[in-house]
């Protein structure tokens, strides 16, 4: 799924390096922030719990996940007018749909997108949905829980491979994170790793952290424009 924030293009990299450690004695894996669900579809396992605040997000992809088929790809204009106008009014998941999916940069109702004016078949949605419609197999299996992850009761978390990818410090904030408390978030995984295997990307984290991959890549929703390039990172604790 195109999100903001999505691991899709490095996850031909980082993917291997988590399934590295699953081994016999795993019992679950779990992304505290599962976002648009690149990582969690590429992860072999037998028990994957996905959570994220967004209920919108959340929606969606259980709902690929069980009727992906049925999803109508050609929203139009005035359809995405009608469902940001009127929001409480649909499912979440169709929210979700066309709030991320037909939007420009992938920015919750950032803006209707085409990719060329008045092309009806170059619609930004079409070509988006169409293939977020393709995951519906890979989505098989994975469990998506709408939760805070400071809510999430950890208590049963035992010998877990844990991957988080919060929203990144001092970067385009996510639509429901202005208020990310990383201290909190960093004690929380130095926590969890007592019992667990955390894993963490990032572009910078605390001395506690040890980066164990990195790759330059042009960076966010502006990278066409300024080129910007910054280092993805995955950390564990050291």
Known sequence: MVYVGSKR??????????????????????????????????????????YD?????????????????????????EEYNRVKDNMDDYPDWYVGLVGYLTTFGSKFFGGYGLHKKGDEESRVGYATIKNFKKEQDSLVGCSFICEDYRNIDTSLWKNCVIYCDPPYRDTLKYKSSNNFDYDFYYNWCIQLSQNNTVLMSEYDMPKEFKCIWQKDLNCGITSLIDKQIRTEKLFVVR
């Open 9 to 50: 293009r490095i996850a031909k990299d980082i993917v291997p390096i988590i399934q590295s450690y699953i081994t016999d004695k795993t019992t679950m894996y779990i992304e505290p922030f599962v976002g648009g669900g690149n990582t969690i579809q590429r992860i072999n396992f037998h028990t994957k719990i996905g």
């Open 53 to 77: 605040i967004d209920k919108y997000v959340i929606a969606l992809l259980g709902y690929c996940r069980d009727n992906g088929e049925s999803i109508n790809p050609l929203i139009t204009r």
